[in-house]
């Protein structure tokens, strides 16, 4: 039965034109890899760059790889880092439903109209999917059947698929924004599946439908989708529409061989929040990631959100594959942590704080501005700082330093001298302290390293610390830091 033309005309008078609008594409995997994540961020820059419209669309058609909350770590990402999106699923839109599965009928009538075309055919051969590959489509028989054999067969409910027929003769030629033209001979395509035999569609057709009647103008998707693209052009020639502007992007690597993958335990954006990365840095470092600023920002490495918004443009994606280097997102991070206000950062740091510094009368405030400057990520924080709840068990040799000139009987002498002036200080603040210890060391005639290497190491018992002996005895407490002290110089004596 021929379908009716107004349903296709009511379909195209819905479109929104004249503006860019670009869409995310994600299938709910349950993860966000960082591939994933910087198509969402090119995507959604080409948009704001252009003052155009962003959309989120889920594509879930591929019911067997369905995982359950996947569209919740999708909406959950794409929210922590401020990719905003104007229409989607839980905002709606003109061109709503979102979510492929709710559009199963729309692709069904397209599906049907391109047969009617004789651009696509019905497929009643019976095949697993896995021997999809080998199967010579030029001679399936179903290409070629009559109009009344193909409708006895659905007449008798025999199962089947829609393929599309793709010309024996001739080539395609399609444009990519990075890639350029490429030209490739119809005989190398494959009829592929549009319709399966569930009534769903492949990817392969439901993205060329969503994006005409979603009114995308420029599709950004990994650079894997591009030998397939000549086969979204023929069905955008059979249908007599406008081809988006197609942006491939090449991969992110693990290495130089081998793509990032989630099974070799590549991290997702997930799994890099919990590794103490915070998600400016990880935006900042992932648009860089097969993206180069050009012009006056060539030589920029720091970029704000609203920043990379304002530059950002195709021009600068690489042809090449680009090597995620944790190394270098850890400089990003630190860049980023240190950047921070002091509040920003307590508010960040304060969690790791407490997760080994819990005496509730210790300043967190304090602690956290020893850290900002010493850390590149979150979690190296607690085991910085446990040293504040409990005095770690520590040998006599951590008092010898040859730099600061001190040996165990140098540093008894100190501590020896040290405890009576603190106990003596009448405030116990940064300033009194340090002046205390300066003039201490002064009148002892000892460099200053001298005195605070062992005050140090008696308060903290270890050698590496954020911050140095003042600031910690400050933190620890008079009574405390007292209480150490003496126990460092009972060590030192027996
Ligand atoms: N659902 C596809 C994917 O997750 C999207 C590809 C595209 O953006 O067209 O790979």
């Known amino acids: 039965m021929p379908m009716d033309p107004s349903y296709f005309a009511d379909m195209e008078a819905k479109i929104p034109r004249g503006k860019v609008r670009t869409r995310f594409a994600p299938s709910p995997t349950g993860y966000m890899h960082v591939g994933n994540l910087r198509t969402a961020l090119y995507t959604w820059l080409i948009a704001r760059n252009q003052g155009g419209t962003f959309i989120l669309r889920i594509e879930d058609t591929d019911q067997g790889r369905l995982v359950e909350g996947a ?18 699923p839980d ?28 651009c696509a055919y019905y497929c ?3 095949k697993a999917e896995s021997q999809e590959e080998d199967f010579q489509r030029r001679e399936d028989p179903c290409r070629s059947l009559s109009a009344e054999e193909v409708q006895a067969r659905l007449d008798a409910g025999t199962p089947y ?5 793709i010309p024996l003769e001739g080539s395609t030629t399609f444009h990519d924004a990075i890639f350029g033209d490429i030209t ?24 060329v439908i969503d994006d005409h009647l979603m009114g995308i103008t420029h599709v950004v998707r990994g650079s894997e989708y591009l030998s397939s693209a000549p086969k979204y052009d023929l069905l955008y020639q059979s249908f007599g529409w406008d081809v988006p502007t197609y942006v491939h992007c090449s991969p992110v690597m693990r290495d130089q061989h081998n793509k990032m993958s989630k099974r070799r335990g590549d991290p997702s954006y997930e799994d890099l929040k919990a590794q103490g990365y915070l998600t400016e840095a990880i935006l900042n470092y992932v648009a860089l990631l097969g993206w180069s600023p050009r012009g006056e920002r060539a030589e920029q490495e720091v970029f704000s959100l609203q920043e990379l918004a304002e530059v950002f443009d195709t021009g600068g994606i690489s042809k090449s594959p680009a090597i995620f280097d ?12 240190r950047a921070m206000t002091p509040e920003a950062f307590h508010a ?18 304090a602690i956290a501005g020893l850290l900002q400057a010493r850390c590149e990520k979150l979690t190296e924080i607690p085991e910085k700082v446990d040293f504040f709840d409990a005095l770690p068990e520590y040998g006599l040799e951590l008092f010898t330093n040859k730099k600061s000139k001190t040996n165990s009987e140098v540093s008894r002498a100190m501590l020896e001298a040290a405890i009576p002036a603190l106990e003596a200080l009448p405030a116990w603040d940064q300033d009194s302290i340090h002046d205390c210890l300066i003039a201490l060391a002064e009148q002892l005639a000892v460099k200053n390293a001298t005195l605070m290497w062992p005050v140090r190491i008696a308060a903290a018992g270890r050698t590496v610390t954020p911050g140095g002996a003042v600031e910690i005895c400050r933190i620890l407490g008079r009574e405390e830091t007292l209480r150490r002290l003496r126990l460092g110089l009972e060590k030192l004596t027996v």
């Not at 569209?71 to 989607?88: K, N, Q």
């Not at 490739?184 to 035999?197: A, C």
């Not at 944790?326 to 942590?337: M, Q």
Request: charged share 25%; with cysteine; net charge negative.
């Open 71 to 88: 569209t919740d770590v999708i909406y959950r990402t794409m929210a922590e880092c401020g990719l905003t999106h104007d229409e989607g």
């Open 91 to 118: 905002v709606g839109g003109p061109v709503a439903p979102y979510i492929q599965s709710q559009r199963r009928d729309t692709y069904g009538k397209y599906a049907q109209a391109l047969v009617e075309k004789g």
């Open 124 to 126: 009643f051969c019976e």
């Open 161 to 165: 698929v829609i393929r599309q027929k």
């Open 184 to 207: 490739v001979e119809n005989s190398t395509l494959d009829d592929q599946i549009l319709l399966k035999s569930d009534g769903l569609p492949t990817y392969n057709f439901a993205n």
């Open 326 to 337: 944790i190394e270098k997102l850890t400089h990003f991070n630190a860049l980023y942590l």
């Open 348 to 365: 960040a740091a304060e969690p790791y704080i407490r997760k080994t510094a819990t005496n509730p009368d210790l300043d967190t405030r």
